[in-house]
Each structure stands twice: as structure tokens, then as C-alpha cells.
């Protein structure tokens, strides 16, 4: 019970240090800057569109498109990097483009391999009326029928590798002889089929969840080619190459430990008993480990091969997605493979045991398996902490009002739920240490006595029909109670079943947090309602946002005060006035208004603002959607000292 406290004090600590400390977390790709810029209006039709990322982002043939006010695509098509740079996209123009207002629909993917996208406007001569709604050309949704399936095989996917992974673990540390078993086998198979079929699945599934097309595009073999191309594409291929070598390795570990001897319970073979005869002793223990080297040797060779392959395996998910971009990529690659890998020996490990308890396994299998699940949870909290920090960062609200954050919570809970459960399987594998060999079986020859002294009436059908259904009955009985074994076992497993439907719960949340982008907006995002972003007057808003830029002299500490009116679908005119400590106006050499609305991952959406006085600026802003939307204001007091403040106004 004190060790049980002390492990549960020290996750408690942990837990309280990932509270404590978390933090805003990096995004996908957002849009920086656009040339024309957003909202501006520009003398002349400009030879090409050129929008900056906050990271490297692939490109399509139709990634960047622009279309006149009556919704015509004017564009050269084919976009394609700025100077070589990849976190750029830059499309051309076709000659002759009339005055009015143009829409540019973007969509890309981000170096994570998350799809992101957006629509802005910019004008030429003057500002006009245009038939495009943004929200219909941005395609910034995928199909809600390619999105469920793509999500549905990322799933499938973590958990059929979970599967292999951990029941292969339990067999090579465990289990042994459970190589032989069929249950085991097929838990094997299973797994291995179901990682082919879901890796094949999204394979086929992301060149129309990248672009936002329908089902049908899934077996247009050029987009496959496309996919083949991107680093996911290419991390999907790789994890084919490596389900063929696992296929081998499965064969071999079936063939190589299916007949290991060992008892009922999988304990390896008794010692033999003493003769009297030290010499005898002696040669009697040399002759069985040299009888047992070759199954010692298969098994470390299995097990380092094994090993090899699961963290190869965990290096195509690690490799195209969070850990593979931001800081500290050396780092984050390693420990979210081990990270992985560690996952899977405890939740795949726990359907093992599971399986097992009902065929054979018994307390030295899981006593065995509960010191790997030991070091499993270990490595999962050590690489799990460094992950939650990379992801969120030093700010509390990114952890509690972000959906990332958000789903990290209900992930650690869940993990947390987890231990507690492991706790009791623990108590149940010390219990069923204690029970004799034999014991599950104990109560069998009694029934099958019972059965034996009914008399059989020789002329009486009805009574011998009667007397066959009884036992029939004893039969069912017996097998059922030799099946399930002792009360002890039974208890085990109940407790065992619980972790792993839990376990699957995990895989889900883990998914959902692998879709979802981490912090995507700021750190400083609102969660409160629209009240408490700003005082509504009227149909104008306005929006109080103290900043500090950190910097010394006039407008180095004040208060951004931002209004829109009418705080609408489409145009808003914005103010934004800059006043001091002290409530007076005052001139900063810079500052920079821009929206997003997170729920459709649109924007940021810069506002094109000209001084209208002391510390005042106007502007107007094309806000397309209704919803609730994050202003960002960045205020420059010198040529370093800088701070963006951010808060929540809902729009329509």
C-alpha cells in the first residue's frame, strides 16, 4: 500500500507540475502577410498574389486561387514558392484585370500535415460589389464523409499498432508460450491486418481530405501520386515496407516460441529436484540450460528485432506529424516514438493479458506483465509531460481554453483513471499468486460425481430425456467454471477488461489530439462570453486590451482600445485609439490589427489601418463568417520592444 501512495503522490506531483506550468502552444501554419495586402486597394492590377506562412507549407495546383467580383478564376493557376522559400505561396495573374474587388481562396498544408485555409480581399481602383462569398470558395472543410473515414482510420491505425506492438511485447516478456495459442495468434493477425488495412485507408483518403473533395476521389491514382509525394505520403509508405518485415518477424515469433516449454500458468520449467549427488546437481543444471540457450537466444534475438521494429513503426507517425515540426525537433522525434512505443506495450499488453487469463496465463505472466506496465506508465509520464509542455507551452489558458488543451486534460484523467484500475489488477495478481495449482479446477470432479449417480431408467423416455438435459446442464457448468477458473482470476480479469475499454478511450482522445491544432490562436484567447471581451453599445463594440511592450518611454505601457462597428458579417469599420498609463492619446511606431475565427480556421485576417490623429487609427475590416472571432493587436513602442494582445468578440 505504501509503494501503491508513493507512486500515486509522485503522478499527483506530475500532474500538478504539467498544470502548473503549461503553456500557449505552436500552431499550424497561419498566414502572415499577403501582397496586395488584405482590405488594401491598389492603383494598378498586380502581376501575382504572394501570401507568407508562419512555417514551410506544400502546395497543390489549385492551392492558391483568385477570382473576380463575378466570381471568375483569373489566376494563372499552379502556384508555387516565392524565391525558394517554402513557407511562401505565390500565383500569377492574368493580363488586362478590370477595376473592383478580387477574392483570393487559399488552402495548404502545414509542415505538421495538417490542411489549413483561408479567403481575404483585396481591391483594385476602388472597392465593388462581388458575388463571392468567401465561405463557399475557401474549402477550407473537408468532405464531413472523408473527414469521419480519415479520422476513423487514424484511429484504427493507433489502435491496430497498439494491438501488434503490445501483444508481441507480452509474449516475447510474459508469456512465451502463448506464442502458441491461437487466441494469441489471431490477436497477432488482427492486429497486423487491421494496421495494413488502415494505413492503405488513409493512404487513399488524403488526397480528398487534403483538398476537401468528395469520396469519390479516393482511387484517383493521381492524387495518390500527390500523396505518395508529401511527407506523410511518404511516412505511409514506409510503414508498408515495415508491416511486410513485421510479417516476417511474426512468423518467426510463433515458430521460435509456440513450443517453449513451460507450465500451465507460463512460468518456465521447475528446476529439478535435488539428488543428493552434487555432481549429479551440477551436470543436471548444466544439461538444462544449455537445452534452454537456443530458446534464450531466440527470444533476445526476437526481442531486439522486435523492439527495432515497433520504434521504426512509431517513427512513421512521429515523423509527419506535431513532434517533427517547431523546437527542439532533435528531442521531440525520440522521446514521441518511445512515447508510442510505450503506449502500446501497456494497452496492447492489457488485451494480451486479457486473452491470456482465459487460456492459460495465470500469476507469473501477470505478475511479469504488471513490471512492464510499471516502466510503460513511467516512460509514458516522463515523455508525456515534455510532449504537454512542447504543445502548450507557459500559459494556463492555453491549456484550459484551447480545444488541445482541453483534450490533454481528458487525456490525462483518462490515464489517471487507468492506474487506479491497475492498482486493483495488481491486488488481484498478488491474490492469485497465493492460489494453489489446481484450484480452478477443484469444484469439476464434484459435478461430474453428481452427475453419475442419477439413476437411468431403462422403459421411462420423458424421464430419459429429462436425465439427458441435466446433464447437459452439468456439462455447460463445468466447462464454464473450468473456462473462468478461480473467483481470483475472475476478479483479474473484470479488472483487466475495465483498463482496456478505458485504453480505447485513450486511443480516441489521442487521435482527436493529433487532428487538432495546438494553440492555434494565442495563449491569451478569451473563454469567457462576448460580455467579457468587450462592452457591447449599441450595435458598435468595444475592445479594452492593457498592454506592456516591456520598452521604455511614451507608449511603451498603455491600453489598446478597439472598436468595431456594427460588429457584423462583412464590412466593420474599425478605430483603434492608444492612450498611456495616464488615459492620454499617444503615437507608437507601429501597430497592427488582425482577426480569426478558430472554429473554421480562418485567418488571421489583417486590417489595413491609416492614422487618423494622436494614437489613432481607422480601418475596415471584411470579417465573411458569423461567429466568435479573436482580435489580435500588436503594438511596436521601439524598433524591438513589442507585445500582441488578443481578445474574443462574436460577430452577427
Known sequence: MRRVLAWLTTLGSLLVLLLATAAPA??????????PAQN???????????????????????????????????????????????????????????????????RAVSEDTHPVGGAFTFSIGAPSDTSVNPATVQGEQA???????????????????????????????????????????????????????????????????????????????????????????????????LLAASGVFLSLLVGQLGQEPADRDGAAPAEPEPTGDAEEDELRRLERRAAERPQREARLALGVGGLLLALALAATWAGADHAAVGTQVWLALPLDMLH????????????????????????????????????????????GLYQAWRGIGWSWSALVDTRYGQLLLVKVALVLTMVAVAWFSRRWTARLRQVPDGASDGAAPAVESAGATVPEPDEDPVRAAQLARQRAALTQAKVRRARDGSPVRAGLR?????EAGIACAVLVVTTMLTNSPPGR????????????????????????????TKGKGAGARGTAVLTLDPAATGGNQVTLTVVDAAGQPVDVPEVQVSF????????????????????RWTGTAQLPLAGDWVAAVAVRSSDIDQDTETKQVTIG
Do not use: I
Open 40 to 106: 488594401s486597394v491598389v492603383a494598378a492590377a498586380p502581376s501575382s498574389v504572394t501570401l507568407t506562412f508562419s512555417e514551410g507549407v506544400t502546395l497543390s495546383g489549385d492551392s492558391v486561387r483568385v477570382l473576380d467580383p463575378a466570381g471568375k478564376q483569373v489566376d494563372t493557376g499552379n502556384p508555387g514558392h516565392a524565391d525558394g522559400r517554402d513557407d511562401t505561396a505565390r500565383v500569377g495573374l492574368r493580363g488586362g484585370l478590370a477595376g473592383g474587388t478580387y477574392t483570393v481562396a487559399w
Open 340 to 383: 508510442l512505443v510505450a503506449m502500446a506495450c501497456w494497452l496492447g499488453g492489457l488485451v494480451a493479458l486479457l486473452v491470456g487469463l482465459r487460456h492459460g496465463a495465470g500469476a507469473a505472466a501477470a505478475d511479469r506483465f504488471s513490471g512492464v506496465a510499471l516502466v510503460s506508465v513511467s516512460v509514458l509520464v516522463a515523455t
Open 143 to 241: 468532405d464531413p464523409v472523408v473527414a469521419a473515414l480519415y479520422g476513423t482510420g487514424r484511429a484504427v491505425a493507433y489502435g491496430a499498432f497498439a494491438l501488434l506492438v503490445g501483444v508481441a511485447a507480452f509474449v516475447l516478456l510474459c508469456w512465451p508460450r502463448g506464442a502458441g495459442t491461437r487466441a494469441v495468434q489471431r490477436l497477432l493477425m488482427g492486429g497486423w491486418v487491421a494496421l495494413l488495412a488502415a494505413t492503405v485507408a488513409v493512404l487513399l483518403l488524403r488526397g480528398p481530405y487534403e483538398k476537401g473533395t468528395g469520396l469519390g476521389q479516393a482511387l484517383d491514382l493521381l492524387q495518390v501520386r500527390t500523396t505518395l509525394d508529401e511527407r506523410l505520403g511518404t511516412a505511409l509508405a514506409a510503414r508498408l515496407l
Open 596 to 615: 480569426t475565427l478558430p472554429d473554421r480556421d480562418l485567418g488571421p485576417l489583417p486590417v489595413a489601418l491609416a492614422r487618423a490623429g494622436t494614437g
Open 494 to 498: 473484470r479488472s483487466v477488461l475495465v
Open 521 to 548: 490562436v494565442a495563449a491569451q484567447v478569451a473563454a469567457a462570453a462576448p460580455a467579457a471581451g468587450g462592452a457591447a453599445t449599441g450595435r458598435t463594440v468595444e475592445l479594452k486590451l492593457p498592454y506592456d
Open 26 to 35: 505552436q500552431a499550424h501554419a497561419a498566414l502572415l502577410r499577403t501582397d
